[in-house]
């Protein structure tokens, strides 16, 4: 079209101006000029022809059309690359979104769990907290380190009190080391023992023996000292053992009441889920709200307005929509049977296994009942035996035969009594007995008096009552005895008087 536009402007022209026009300059490319106006007529005419095609315009056009065919090949080429560009990035944003996808998975597992063990750890707290909140009203006994400095000073006070007594030589030494001294005033101390030692191997039994008595009662003395504070010391730890399981009894009352408080106090709040334990699987509707929710958070909806929304949608869709989400729930229903399965198993396992350890441990705790029960008869059996020993004594005493009378301290434990108990009612036995023998040693030597002179006279009455009783006994075995057994008695007595 180009070049017939061409023909008839060059015919129509006058043949003054046909003279060879001068080509324009134009920094752009002949290509670019060609491609915006390939299929338009050019307003210009010939001047957008290059002087060589002039004499000949059919072969231009035909190289502007190649020109025109080579410039979209390239632009082709070019979208070509682009596209494979694009689709490469493409891929790789989809590969991005995958594993970001994964990484969200595997942190909301992750959380899920911490989660779970959250929970655990703020069961076991609650647990502690309870075991914490345990204050015993019981006052447990310490021992600062006050109490043990003044112990030990005690200690050696009465080492230095309770000295051991000195032998009959050294209280014999003790008199005549000034003497001796005396006469030898130059004298060491080894030569002083030597003369004392010579000396006392010279004096005889008559002249130690004042020594030795006094040795001798001072030892006793010291034996009393030392047999009374062992005395003491024994009494005051079995009181102290007393006192021990005295509180170990009311704190193990006291934790058993506690305990069944929170017991009691568990079941009301109801049993704890375990967190072992397999979710239930999603339904194919919830699995479409997951999917939906998202897109409808976005354009700043309400949860209601949400739950509306997904809730007519899903009422309009077709069965075909719907069977993904279908398959989809009722694969994860078959993963959800399956890993009931497993953890019913696990469950069983580990009850079975409890169970089995239940076992041992009755096992054990009836063959140490069993011993005990053994120990129990043994011991049963014993008394039994000493029971059947005593009560043969006891039938073969006479019942006429007089009693022993009480001593003073039993008299006046009597009286003492009665005032206690009407001062103390309550009062175990224990402390009755611990306050009478207080008493009895707080006593005078003139109130002591009086309730010897009553044992006394009681032991005079019991004299009598023995001698009138041996002579009755006497008189009965006589008489019992057969007539050999009575002379050869004569006898013996006869000789015995002779």
Known sequence: MASILADQQSANLPKKSRKPLKARKNPENEDNIMVGNACEPSPVGLSSIPIADKENPKHGARKNKKNISESLAVELQKMQEKLESLSLEKQRAEELLKERDALLKQKEEELEIRGKDQERLQIEIKKLQKL????????????????????????????????????????????????????????????????????????SVEEKKPYEDRCQADKQAYQQIVGKEKRENEAMKLLMEQQKQRIAMELLEQYLQFKQDGDKEAKKKGKEKDPLKPKKPLSSFFLYCNERRPSLVTQNNNVLEISKIVGEEWKNMTEEDRAPYEEAAKKEKEQYSREMELYKQKKAEEEENIRRQEEENTKVQKQEALQLLKKKEKTEKIIKKVKATHKKKKENRDTNKPKKPPTSFLLFSKEARKTLMEGNPGVSNSTLHALISVRWKELNEADKKIWNEKAAEEMEAYKKAMEEYNRSTEAEGNKSLPTDKVQSRKLNVFKEVH
């Open 132 to 203: 914490k909140e345990f204050n015993p009203n019981v006052a447990l006994p310490t021992s600062t380190s006050e109490d043990k400095q003044k112990d030990k000073k005690e200690k050696k006070a009465k080492k230095k009190k309770d000295k051991k007594p000195c032998s009959a030589y050294i209280l014999w030494s003790k008199e005549q080391w000034n003497q001796v001294k005396s006469e030898n005033p130059g004298a060491e101390f080894k030569e002083i023992s030597n003369i004392l030692g010579s000396k006392w191997k010279s004096l």
